[in-house]
Nanobody, 124 residues
Framework: QVQLVESGGGLVQAGESLRLSCADS????????MGWFRQAPGKEREFVAA????????YYADSVKGRFTISRDNAKNTVFLQMNSLKPEDTAVYYC?????????????????WGQGTQVTVSS
């Protein structure tokens, strides 16, 4: 069983940084690829970044490439999203997800488990 809890969201100004964390209280964390998605009001859930089971491969949306970094610590059952140079358009609820079928990282419908989300607000 995978149980995900996100933390680290908040209100920041444009250009600042935040680090999101997603912890899994289950025992099978390393069996899953992990992804971060975001959802703004009235919009569909959008892919942000993903990381393979071992952490050796990472994937990013073009909109965040060069600004965001995804990483994981399998010993601590945690995945991170370091967000730098934040922009107002990054404002959304950020969700982490766990995916077993790891060739579908960008499709939120393929994910098996989700956290409850954490709000990120970037003011101009």
């Amino acid at each position: 069983q995978v149980q995900l809890v996100e933390s680290g969201g908040g209100l920041v100004q444009a250009g600042e940084s935040l680090r999101l964390s997603c912890a899994d209280s289950g025992r099978t964390f390393s069996n899953y690829g992990m992804g971060w998605f975001r959802q703004a009001p009235g919009k569909e859930r959008e892919f942000v970044a993903a990381i393979s089971r071992s952490g050796s491969s990472t994937y990013y949306a073009d909109s965040v490439k060069g600004r965001f970094t995804i990483s994981r610590d399998n010993a601590k059952n945690t995945v991170f999203l370091q967000m730098n140079s934040l922009k107002p358009e990054d404002t959304a609820v950020y969700y982490c997800g766990a995916i077993f079928v790891t060739f579908s990282y960008m499709d939120f419908r393929k994910y098996d488990y989700w956290g409850q989300g954490t709000q990120v607000t970037v003011s101009s």
